[in-house]
C-alpha cells in the first residue's frame, strides 16, 4: 500500500508541476486541491504548515512543500518521488525550450503569451494569498506582524529571512504584548 502512495504522490506532483506555470506559489493552490480535497491525505492547516515551512527553509517553495507532503504521507519514499515529480516537467521544458527560444524569442507573438503568462501567474498568487488570509487566525497583532514584515521588504529592502525571523519573534512574544495565551 505505501509503494501505491509513493508513487500516486510522484504522479502528483508530476501533473503539478506540469500543469503550474509561475512557480511554487502559483502550485500552493494546485498541492491543496490535489492533497487535501482529492486525495485527503492532509488538511488545510497541515497545508498552511508546510507552505511556512517551505517559505522559511532555502530553496525553492514548490519543490520543498512537495518534500515536506511527501514526507509527511509517505516517509523517505514520498519525499524523494514527490521531489522528482514537482521538478521534471519543468527541468524537460527548460531543456527543450532552451533549444529554440534564441530563435523566436523576438516574436511578437511570443512576448505577448508570456505577458498573458504573467498576468494569469499573478492571479494564481493572489488567489492562494486570499486563501491564507482565509485560513489565517485574525487579530491586531496578526495585522500588524503582516504591516511590518510588508513594509521592511517592500519599503526598507529589508532580506526576506530577516523578516521571517523578526515574524516568527513577533508571534512567539504576541502573547506577552497583548497580555494572554493563543491555542
Not at 8 to 29: E, R
Request: hydrophobic residues 55%; positive net charge; proline residues 3%.
Amino acid at each position: 500500500m505505501k509503494n501505491h502512495k509513493v508513487f500516486s504522490l510522484f504522479f502528483t506532483f508530476l501533473k503539478i508541476g506540469a500543469f503550474t506555470f509561475g512557480g511554487g506559489y502559483a502550485m500552493i493552490p494546485l498541492i491543496q486541491k490535489e492533497i487535501v480535497e482529492k486525495k485527503k491525505w492532509m488538511t488545510d492547516e497541515d497545508i498552511l504548515e508546510i507552505v511556512a515551512i517551505a517559505e522559511s527553509t532555502p530553496g525553492p517553495i514548490a519543490i520543498n512543500a512537495a518534500t515536506f507532503v511527501g514526507y509527511r504521507t509517505a516517509g523517505f519514499g514520498g519525499a524523494l518521488l514527490s521531489t522528482v515529480g514537482v521538478v521534471m516537467p519543468s527541468f524537460i521544458i527548460i531543456v527543450a525550450i532552451s533549444f529554440v527560444l534564441r530563435a523566436f524569442q523576438n516574436l511578437a507573438a511570443v512576448r505577448y503569451a508570456f505577458w498573458g503568462i504573467r498576468a494569469g501567474v499573478l492571479a494564481l498568487i493572489i488567489k492562494a494569498l486570499w486563501s491564507m488570509y482565509q485560513q489565517n487566525k485574525k487579530g491586531l497583532m496578526s495585522y500588524l506582524i503582516m504591516a511590518l514584515a510588508f513594509i521592511a521588504v517592500a519599503v526598507f529592502n529589508i532580506r526576506v529571512l530577516w523578516v521571517i525571523i523578526g515574524c516568527a519573534v513577533l508571534g512567539l512574544v504576541s502573547p506577552l504584548l497583548v497580555g494572554r495565551t493563543r491555542k
